[in-house]
């Protein structure tokens, strides 16, 4: 377990560090929000989940879909731009999905996800299954009405869902302490759900609690709130990397730095075995950048394929009817 | 042949397809009671876990229901008000519409957002009368506006059915609408299909919802000096341009009644579609809300918002004399 | 004060009897939301306030207005939809507003009026003043999440806002215990500001509550919240009185109407008050509705004035170009 | 004369009327770093109570200033992504536009919100790239959208001292856009006045913000065969129809190019009226997103579903071959 552990925070790890360059390269068009100093989040709550749960991810959700299990190489492929991406290309960074392993999509939008993943959740109670969802969101995320309301429900039809808010410190550049008043647990508490807070960085710390909620959840105890503490390493989003925005100081940078969760998770492993693991890793990436780059980009014919599940066809853009009657 | 009015044309395509298919489940507010009367029953014939009383948290709710949709569920939710639609535009418009080009095709996100009662309900003043069927068709929600008891009951079945986001507006002024049917001739109506409610050679009016009634009326009263058709488009977005075209390219003479805000609203592109692409030989006119319009309380003031008969009566008119 | 107290709670409670009749008999068009069951909030609270200090309503809105001072005549012909109204018929009862007397309006959208009267709070203090703002809303309200994101600001920000929740044991149909998971006030204290519950029958107990909140607030001590319990003895709305919805067992409404605040306020007057505080509101009724009825209708010429503070006009719904350019 | 960009005019504007007058206020995200580097330097020069960094709760900091607003306050407000106007559809479309009418008259909401960046940044997908502005025309509010920068300051300006609710749309595709401006000319732009930015004979093309310079640009390439009139509308609502009427009683042709979804648009609403009130010698058309567009990721993809050069071409091309 704490090698799986450390080989889906390493994943994350190069996976965000080959995406970055790849932004640099103009290879990724519009940028990412990159997910560093955060992997043993996504890593410890998704070792508590099956293939058949549900999650619901943020903006910032390259570790989540990969921990959940997605294919690196068809996510490289989407924040590509690729035919052969996930989403074939038409979702990118900010809304990469995988409905076959459950991933119902990043989000572009703070704090959406949230009652999408308490709906699959009822879904998966009426259908009898145990299936549990979890919704993954940051400290921004707790000030938006949605989500509030979202808590509400949840608690109230005791739903089986995780409440995950990766607390990093910043809403972009806003603080905590510029943006939550009172305690980001104490909201979840309010409605009666079961509310904790664990070292973000810790990612055996982050399975242990979710395992508890997930159990807790396929039970029939309704939902729970788990608050991961982390640092985010890098910028907010990569446009950082050019423009010239102070909001942290460089000794914070550098001692959030200094803990990095990778080294905490690493630590536990048998001599030898990280090196094994790096490798092992280093050879997936190897093939997802080549695969992307390699692979065809869309048509853009298609450029409107899937806008309705039914098929339907509005007018183009210079008003040829299409498709009605 | 019974009679069957609109409202209860809505319950029973809402009773029939949760009979009919275990994944349709309703949400809203007081539906377990069921205050607007379209839910009436539902309760207690399919319990809490299909017929859901929802707190007042209507953004949540509405992504729940994309939730659930996205997992296998065909969630029809009720909203009390049209201006709830504006507090859950997000959730439609950005969320629901956009999964399934989002997401390549891997998600449909089936759910249906009816309002019984939309527009102006006499005196429930400026922030309840709205009819924003226009903003849904803006951002390409299927949109419908059944205006008799059939397409009241067909429509809401073919949302129900349909497996993208859908929003039914039934219009206040259409609820208590009347007509003898043959049961058993109901079913399910098609989107993006017109319907020819009278035929006439001079002038086609294009009415939507409950000014179907309306423009039947005039057509009726003009009908010794001028052939009115009257064209009820049924579901605005997808709309029926064939449908319209066949009707224009006979008339060569259009107007649109619609009771929604002037400016960008459904009227002006249906006159914008017959410019572009029908045969028109004078020049089209819509009745419509003024622009921005906000609906005062005082019933006075109220109605003199709404399009009225004898405008659309005076436009017929204009237009049928008026030559280039 | 026990007079003043009472006399505004009789004042309400007269003036809704007197508006369902006006209903009943066609001259109320639309219906309304009567607050008879809960004058003791509306008394309480405002009698802790300035006329200089802004509140915002609800739906369910006329003894607030009343309560802050509103013409009671006025009033009725707004009502009524007269040209004499507060709103000059524009609104009616669920807008019933009077900026003269800091009523930011009642509001048809439930939740909508926390926001206003925290943006309100805020323009008192960077004014310098030390005016304060109190927001009126139902139980249903509490799980609206712009009122929740709104509970966020003001705490973050100590603005001298007051949160006043009645607690009417219904939405609508909806009871508590089917909307709302946790407790009410649990809700406001997670964002860290003092949140309290009173008998929301006794308006002296209200009173006191608020002026405690009131004072903190125009000492710079931040916002609070007052949950006020009582018991709504009509209609949630008056088309209930010709449909058939039962929610609420006989025995219920009979329970909850045997402690009815007026008595509770009325058996603290000194012996035959009571009595000339009742002839003096009904005269002050008798006249408004006559003045009501009296009063000229609007003039539909009119219909879109004030649309835009600006005077600009848009078309009307036949096309004509008015005003622009 | 000065060298402007339109981002340098937007930030100015601003900063001016912040100094101008003390009940100027902004509010949003990150503004006080400047993210959008619009509100850069003014955290610095007028403090926390002027530039307020919101949490993320858009629909309370939107209703926060119609609070303040109406307590006398001249808020602005700095949206990330125009998608987060859908989030705040009620607080403006329901609170905001209906305040002043509502109350009949005792009320004014002089709130200004604006997005930097509007339509598509390339590679931000479906939920970053729309440009809602014919929601706001539809429903009332005062809809501005810049193409210079000369109107980015004016007509921001004019917003912020107007007394109703204003949206500004900056598209992302205008903010790099430079011009030589006589600094001491810049003013205050008024609403409802278009400008011709290039006179012709033979038809009128209307383009709507970042399109302007699509639509010169067209114009320059036809010159030799086509006299184009380039009509700009800077506010679509109140929209300047008499400008408009001026030119197309002129060239009798008409063609709109519009960055914003076909059905309901602003494309369909200038066709409208222009089939409605003005001598049209041909049918009209309009180059716009497609119906009820999502903009794909990938690049190519979301080029396509934009309106291109290539296709105004080709739409002026047949409207001036074209004949009744
Ligand atoms: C509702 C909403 N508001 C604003 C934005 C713009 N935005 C994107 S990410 C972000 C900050 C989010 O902060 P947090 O929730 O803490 O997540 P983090 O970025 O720290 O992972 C903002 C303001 C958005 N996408 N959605
Ligand atoms: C946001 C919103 N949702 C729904 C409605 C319809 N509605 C009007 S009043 C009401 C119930 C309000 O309950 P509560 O807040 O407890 O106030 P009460 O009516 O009990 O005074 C509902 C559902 C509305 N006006 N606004
Ligand atoms: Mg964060
Ligand atoms: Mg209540």
């Given at each position: 377990m704490d090698e799986q552990l450390y080989r889906t925070m390493r994943l994350i790890r190069r996976f965000e560090e080959r995406a970055i360059e790849l932004v640099h390269s103009g290879?990724?068009?519009?940028g990412i929000h990159p997910y560093i100093g955060q992997e043993a989040i996504a890593a410890g709550v998704c070792a508590a989940?099956?293939?058949?749960d549900v999650i619901t991810s943020t903006h910032r959700g390259h570790g989540h879909v990969l921990a959940k299990g997605s294919d690196p190489v068809r996510m490289l492929a989407e924040l590509t731009g690729r035919?052969?991406?996930?989403?074939q290309g038409r979702g990118g960074s900010m809304h990469a999905a995988d409905f076959s392993k459950g991933i119902y999509g990043a989000n572009?939008?703070?704090?959406?996800?949230g009652a999408i993943a308490t709906g699959a959740a009822w879904a998966a109670v009426k259908e009898g299954s145990d299936r549990v969802a979890v919704s993954f969101f940051g400290?921004?995320?707790?000030?938006q009405g949605v989500l509030l309301e979202t808590f509400n429900l949840a608690a109230l039809w005791r739903l089986p869902v995780l409440f995950v808010c990766e607390?990093?410190?910043?809403?972009t550049t806003l603080t905590i302490e510029q943006g939550v008043a009172g305690s980001i647990t104490a909201r979840a508490a309010a409605f009666g759900m079961p509310a904790v807070t664990v070292d973000g960085t810790d990612a055996r710390a982050v399975r242990d609690a979710a395992a508890e909620a997930v159990a807790l959840g396929r039970a029939g105890g309704g939902p729970s709130f788990l608050e991961c503490t982390a640092y985010?390493?890098?910028?907010?989003?990569?446009w950082e990397h050019k423009a010239r925005v102070r909001y942290r100081t460089d000794e914070e940078v550098a001692a959030g730095r200094s803990r990095d969760p990778l080294d905490v998770q690493g630590a536990?492993?048998?001599?030898g075995a990280r090196a094994v693991i790096d490798a092992e890793i280093e050879a997936v990436l190897t093939e997802a950048v080549a695969f992307a780059l390699d692979s065809p980009a869309p048509?853009?014919?298609?450029?409107?394929?899937?806008?309705?599940a039914t098929g339907l066809r509005g007018r183009n853009g210079i008003g040829l009817f299409e498709g009605v009657r | 042949m019974a009679r069957l009015s609109y409202l209860k044309a809505l319950q029973r395509a809402l009773a029939d397809e949760m009979a009919r298919d275990e994944s349709v489940c309703v949400l809203g507010e007081d539906i377990g009671v069921g205050v607007n009367n379209v839910t009436t029953g539902l309760l207690a014939k399919h319990g809490p876990q299909r017929v859901v009383d929802t707190p007042l948290s209507e953004q949540a709710f509405t992504s729940f229901a994309t939730g659930a949709a996205l997992a296998g569920l065909r969630p029809v939710i009720e909203f009390q008000i049209p201006s709830l639609l504006f507090l859950v535009f997000e959730q439609i418009a950005n969320q629901a519409h956009k999964f399934s080009l989002m997401t390549g095709g891997q998600a449909k996100v089936p759910v249906t957002y009816f309002v019984p009662?939309?527009?102006?309900?006499?005196?429930?003043?400026?922030?309840?009368?709205?009819?924003?069927?226009g903003l849904f068709a803006h951002v390409g929600v299927k949109t419908l506006v059944p205006a008799t008891p059939e397409d009241a009951y067909g429509l809401f079945l073919t949302a129900i059915r349909d497996d993208d986001p859908v929003v039914l507006f039934a219009p206040a002024g259409s609820l208590g609408v009347r007509a003898d049917v043959?049961?058993?001739?109901?079913g399910p109506v098609p989107l993006g299909v017109g319907r020819v409610h009278r035929e006439g050679a001079d002038v086609t009016v294009v009415a939507v919802g409950h000014l179907v009634q309306a423009a039947l009326d005039v057509a009726e009263q003009l009908s010794d000096q001028i052939s009115v058709e009257v064209f009820d488009?049924?579901?605005?977005?997808?709309?029926?341009w064939a449908g319209l075209a066949a009707s224009v390219n006979k008339t060569g003479r259009l107007v649109v009644v619609d009771d929604?805000?002037?400016?960008?609203g459904i009227g002006g592109e249906i006159l914008a579609v017959a410019a572009e692409e029908m045969r028109l030989a004078v020049p089209p006119k819509r009745v419509t809300r003024p622009d921005g319009a906000v609906l005062p309380f005082a019933r006075e003031l109220d109605l003199a918002v709404q399009p009225q008969r004898d405008q659309l009566l005076t436009a017929v008119q204009e237009v049928y004399k008026s030559s280039r």
């Open positions: 290879e990724i068009v519009g989940l099956r293939d058949d035919a052969t991406g996930l989403n572009g939008i703070v704090g959406a996800g400290d921004g995320a707790v000030n607390n990093n410190g910043y809403a985010r390493f890098d910028a907010h989003h990569t536990r492993l048998p001599e048509d853009p014919a298609g450029a409107l394929d899937h806008l309705y | 009662g939309s527009g102006s309900r006499s005196g429930w003043a400026g922030q309840h009368s709205d009819h924003p069927y043959d049961m058993d001739s109901l488009p049924r579901t605005l977005y997808p709309f029926d929604s805000n002037r400016m960008c």
